[in-house]
Nanobody, 116 residues
Framework: QVQLVESVGGLVQPGGSLRLSCAASGFSFSDYGMAWYRQAPGKERELVATITTAGRSTSYADSVKGRFTISRDNTKRTVYLQMNSLKPEDTAVYYC???????WGWGQGTRVTVSS
């Protein structure tokens, strides 16, 4: 079955950086666009970034454009999210799934807290 396992997040100071990873199994990883989503406390889950199958094209929510970078390694079946210049409003649980629309169940996600 499909498994999406996000790496551990953590507590980061404003302006700091964090790299998330998501290891995928149970499907042909290189055949699917992938994405990162997040859900902040009291808010609906939102799409953060997408990447196409070979990684040639990416897209970002306006709120993270210029600060976050999505990438993938098809040989490792892993998708990454490099987050720089983090802001308190980036605090959320982050999830990976197919993109630009999620087609699988949600994993546990990883909590990222941006606070001084």
């Amino acid at each position: 079955q499909v498994q999406l396992v996000e790496s551990v997040g953590g507590l980061v100071q404003p302006g700091g950086s964090l790299r998330l990873s998501c290891a995928a199994s149970g499907f042909s990883f290189s055949d699917y666009g992938m994405a990162w989503y997040r859900q902040a406390p009291g808010k609906e889950r939102e799409l953060v970034a997408t990447i196409t199958t070979a990684g040639r094209s990416t897209s970002y929510a306006d709120s993270v454009k210029g600060r976050f970078t999505i990438s993938r390694d098809n040989t490792k079946r892993t998708v990454y999210l490099q987050m720089n210049s983090l802001k308190p409003e980036d605090t959320a649980v982050y999830y990976c799934n197919s993109g630009p629309s999620p087609i699988w169940g949600w994993g546990q996600g990883t909590r990222v807290t941006v606070s001084s």
